[in-house]
């Protein structure tokens, strides 16, 4: 009997992306869960192994995080690379990526999503961009954008500079951890 796939994540692309990307590739049918803010707070952060997404679910079992299950379904596919030299490149490159991700794109997200309170003069240009909630990915592109223009040399530059003193609060406000 084939596996029975079931994805969670949150209603938009995000990490989620690369694994749904991979089973349309592979053309393995799987249920696509997707999860919405307020549902994820009140409901299903609980539930997830680690408390994150994605969760990939095979015949009731649950497999968190997205590049291990990126990694299983690569390999159960056939798409690890021809040898170990490949499959170390291709690692890099999602290492890469991962980096840029989260040090480019998630503070931004996790701002206006909700997630995370975020630094004041970065917020106010959220606000003043986003009209409407960020409830897609269309919009939260549109918001990006147009909160990007607005960003100016001097406030990019504080910015950047005060990224250590507030990853080192985050960690001090969490007990020593960093989620």
């Known amino acids: 009997m084939a596996t029975k796939y079931k994805l969670y994540y949150l209603d938009f692309e ?4 690369p694994i749904r990307l991979l089973l349309h590739y592979a053309g393995v049918p799987f249920e696509d869960f997707r999860i919405g803010f307020q549902d994820w707070k009140d409901t299903w952060k609980a539930k997830m192994p680690f408390g994150s ?39 890099a490159l999602l290492t890469h990526f991962e980096e840029f991700f989260t040090e480019s794109i ?18 106010g240009m959220i606000k003043r961009n986003a009209t409407t909630k ?16 607005e960003i100016n040399l001097e406030t990019l530059i504080k910015t950047v500079d005060d990224f250590p003193k507030c990853l080192e609060a985050c960690i001090a406000a969490n007990g020593g951890y960093f989620e």
């Open 14 to 17: 995000g990490r989620g992306e």
């Open 53 to 91: 997404v994605p969760v990939l679910e095979m015949d009731g079992v649950m497999l968190p995080e997205g590049h291990a299950i990126e990694r299983y379904l690569a390999k159960k596919f056939g798409l690890v690379g021809a040898d170990d030299l490949e499959a170390a490149q291709i690692d």
């Open 106 to 123: 998630l503070p931004m997200v996790t701002i206006m999503t909700g997630f995370k309170e975020g630094d004041k003069r970065a917020k």
């Open 134 to 149: 960020v409830n897609s990915t269309r919009k939260l592109k549109k918001a990006l954008k147009k909160a990007w223009k």
